[in-house]
Nanobody, 124 residues
Framework: QVQLVESGGGLVQTGGSLQLSCAAS?????????MGWYRQTPGKQRELVAD???????NYADSVKGRFTISKDNAKNTGYLQMNSLRPDDAAVYSC?????????????????WGQGTQVIVSS
């Protein structure tokens, strides 16, 4: 079964940068059709930060446009979220979600999985 493992979170000062990674592993991944980054803070609903589809089309929340960049490396089955000019209101638990297809034996299966989340803290 496909698992998503995130990394790259941590503490950064206002105006700083972080790059989050989301690696899909432990499965014979045939394709990743869409990967998205979401974030959530206590008491608030999880919100979509950015996503990217199989042909590289991207979509961003208004609050991060011009500051965040989503990308993916198909060969590594890994997605990235480059976050620049971070602000205190960007602090959250960031989670990745990926939808795609994996192969098990001679059969193909769809997956739609979430990572465990990584904490981003932005100090003012």
């Amino acid at each position: 079964q496909v698992q998503l493992v995130e990394s790259g979170g941590g503490l950064v000062q206002t105006g700083g940068s972080l790059q989050l990674s989301c690696a899909a592993s432990f499965g014979n991944i045939f394709s990743i059709n869409r990967m998205g980054w979401y974030r959530q803070t206590p008491g608030k609903q999880r919100e979509l930060v950015a996503d990217i589809n199989s042909v590289g089309m991207t979509n961003y929340a208004d609050s991060v446009k011009g500051r965040f960049t989503i990308s993916k490396d198909n060969a590594k089955n890994t997605g990235y979220l480059q976050m620049n000019s971070l602000r205190p209101d960007d602090a959250a638990v960031y989670s990745c979600n990926a939808e795609g297809t994996y192969k098990d034996g001679l059969r193909y299966y769809r997956f739609n999985n979430w990572g465990q989340g990584t904490q981003v803290i932005v100090s003012s």
